[in-house]
Every structure is written in C-alpha cells, then in structure tokens.
T-cell receptor, first 115, second 116 residues
Framework: AQSVTQLGSHVSVSEGALVLLRCNYS??????LFWYVQYPNQGLQLLLK??????LVKGINGFEAEFKKSETSFHLTKPSAHMSDAAEYFC?????????????FGTGTLLAVQP | EPEVTQTPSHQVTQMGQEVILRCVPI?????FYWYRQILGQKVEFLVS????????KSEIFDDQFSVERPDGSNFTLKIRSTKLEDSAMYFC??????????????FGPGTRLTVL
C-alpha cells in the first residue's frame, strides 16, 4: 500500500526566507510523486511532479523538489518566500503502472509567510 | 486556460436527503475522479471513471454513492441518503492522457457539502 507523510501541518517563514516543506512516502513499487497547492477558496493546482528521469524537478512559481529514493522523500523547496506563497500544500503519490492514477494525499502543510 | 468547474460551491442538506454534485471536466479529458476532504483531514480518493464506467473505487464509495456522465460534458456524484459524516469538501478532477500514474489531474474548486 502507498502512503504519504507530511511533517508539519503549519509552517511559518519570513518573506525572503527559504521555504522547506517535507514529504516522505511509502510505496512498494516505483512511485509517481506530486505537489499540489491550494489557495483559499480555490481548487488544487499542480506545482510539480516526478515521474521518471531527473530527480530534481522544477515547478511553477520558483518551487522545486528532489526525489530521493534512499530517503523515500520528496521535499518541496523555494529559495525565497513571497507573500503570495501563503497557501496549503499537498504532497501526493500515485502508483506506477496502475490502471488509473488514483492519488494518495498527505495531510497538507499550511504555509504562512510573515512580512 | 481550460479548467474544471463545479456546482454548487456550497450545498446544505438535511440528513437522509439525496444530493447531486455537478462537475464539468476539461473538454478533451478522458478520465474523471471524485475526491473528498473532511474538515481537518486529508484529501481522500472516492472513485475514478473512464469510458462510461467506474474503473476504481475506494471503500468509502459504498452503495449510497453513484457517478454518472449523463452527457458529453457533465460528471456527477450522487449521494442517495446523506449522513452527517458525508459533510466534506468534494473535489472533481480530470486527466486527459492515456491513463496511468503519471498523468496530471486537474482539480475543480470543490463543493462544500454540509449535512444537518
């Protein structure tokens, strides 16, 4: 079975500081990994995803994530936080070779950016 | 940019009543999904739908739930007899390629269902 753990339900950073949101996964098969962002009163928007190939994945809005198989991690980072980054972030995993790509989500991390 | 839309944004119903949540997926997409998020909990998969039939469903998706694509554009989730524990945000999603785990799913803004 697959699962996702996001450490830290709330993370607060200062504007301009490094953003680090942690995600660890469990999967018995090669995973596909996703980060989604949810702004208030909006749906989930894909930030980036890892399927195969390069383990450092760049996404929208300056975010990137690195797939580390040895650590079963897919942490999300951004060098310099902006006020507009305040949102909830969800890590998700789906199944390689599955008939459909059911997403299994973590519990989410609410990012606050202080001026 | 194409987007997934959902109506209504908020639905309030009495326990035992039937509700239908509506979604319009992105027009050339082939795979459709429903997820839900109970307040304070994680987003959970309910069901996936392809080629006019359910391709996968979770344990949550019992006989009280059904999905339908009544025409070429809408995708609906029906709950026949709502329970208090059905109160949640329901998200519709769609993806367009050949299926499989690497497809990007595009999510709608959600319908908040409140069962009284």
């Amino acid at each position: 079975a697959q699962s996702v753990t996001q450490l830290g339900s709330h993370v607060s950073v200062s504007e301009g500081a490094l953003v680090l949101l942690r995600c660890n996964y469990s999967s018995s098969v090669p995973p596909y990994l996703f980060w989604y962002v949810q702004y208030p009163n909006q749906g989930l928007q894909l930030l980036l995803k890892y399927t195969t190939g390069a383990t450092l994945v760049k996404g929208i809005n300056g975010f990137e994530a690195e797939f580390k198989k040895s650590e079963t991690s897919f942490h999300l980072t951004k060098p310099s936080a902006h006020m507009s980054d305040a949102a909830e972030y969800f890590c998700a995993v789906s199944r390689y070779g599955g008939a459909t790509n059911k997403l299994i989500f973590g519990t989410g991390t609410l990012l606050a950016v202080q001026p | 940019e194409p987007e997934v839309t959902q109506t209504p944004s908020h639905q309030v119903t009495q326990m035992g009543q039937e509700v239908i949540l509506r979604c319009v997926p992105i027009s050339n997409h082939l795979y459709f999904y429903w997820y839900r998020q109970i307040l304070g909990q994680k987003v959970e998969f309910l069901v996936s739908f392809y080629n006019n039939e359910i391709s996968e469903k979770s344990e949550i998706f019992d006989d009280q739930f059904s999905v339908e694509r009544p025409d070429g554009s809408n995708f609906t989730l029906k709950i026949r007899s709502t329970k208090l524990e059905d109160s949640a945000m329901y998200f519709c999603a769609s993806s367009g390629l050949a299926g499989g785990g690497s497809d990007t799913q595009y999510f709608g803004p959600g319908t908040r269902l409140t069962v009284l």
